[in-house]
């Protein structure tokens, strides 16, 4: 059963608007969530993490958002740009080590 | 600079046979991990290792193997007995978790293989 979940498989977004990516979990255990972007024929690239100590975590343009009441994590580009546009993957472990991944969003920025 | 390297980029097996994906990391990290992914699924892992000489299976181990003989590789091995093998494999490497209160351990992930079936 998947653990993450991502529920849109894609997201358009006009230039120097907002992007927001959801995902959402079901393990309550989950301490630590990462968000990773990936360019097609490459590997995930880490973006930004956020712990579960924290509800907010802003590195530029992107924060992520934990509502650990919801099991909700959201990811928010500001503003974005065409360069953005990628498969976005969050993902989440507890203490012993392994990560659980959601199935990605694929972010379009349109010029 | 420090990365991974997965090779080949591209795998092609045969019906029966066993092939082997080469990871090889030098960012002296401790922790090291085998990923599959399938279209319109999340990562699922497969083999982790923390330490040289030890690992454990994953999610969905059968029909893999691995070693991790050094510190900077660890091969996974799809057998022949993993009866869909055609997917998209990712190694990842990562500081070994020893103090949940660290704020930034993500895993740094290698181009990853591209395994399909003659």
């Known amino acids: 059963d998947q653990q993450v979940k991502q529920n849109s498989p894609s997201l358009s977004v006009q230039e120097g608007r907002i992007s927001i990516l959801n995902c959402d979990y079901t393990?309550?255990?989950?301490?630590?969530f990462l968000w990773y972007k990936k360019y097609p024929a490459e590997g995930p690239t880490f973006l930004i993490s956020i712990s579960s100590i924290k509800d907010k975590n802003e590195d530029g343009r992107f924060t992520v958002f934990l509502n650990k009441s919801a099991k909700h994590l959201s990811l928010h580009i500001v503003p974005s740009q065409p360069g953005d546009s990628a498969v976005y993957f969050c993902?989440?472990?507890?203490?012993?080590?392994?990560?659980?991944f959601g199935t990605g969003t694929s972010l379009t920025v349109i010029p | 600079d420090g990365g991974i390297t997965q090779s080949p980029k591209y795998l092609f097996r045969k019906e029966g046979q066993n092939v082997t994906l080469s990871c090889e990391q030098n960012?002296?990290?401790?922790?090291m991990y085998w990923y599959r992914q399938d279209p319109g699924q999340g990562l699922r892992l497969i083999y982790y290792?923390?330490?040289?000489?030890?690992?454990q299976k994953g999610d969905i181990a059968e029909g893999y193997s691995v070693s991790r003989e050094k510190k900077e590789s660890f091969p996974l091995t799809v057998t022949s007995a993993q009866k869909n093998p055609t997917a998209f494999y990712l190694c990842?490497?990562?500081?070994?978790?020893?103090?949940?209160?660290?704020?930034?351990?993500?895993?740094?992930f290698g181009d990853g293989t591209r395994l399909s079936i003659l």
């Open positions: 960012l002296n990290h401790d922790a």
């Open positions: 290792s923390q330490i040289v000489n030890d690992f």
């Open positions: 393990n309550s255990m989950f301490d630590y």
């Open positions: 990842a490497s990562s500081i070994k978790f020893n103090d949940w209160g660290l704020s930034n351990q993500p895993q740094h």
């Open positions: 993902a989440a472990s507890e203490y012993r080590n392994q990560f659980y």
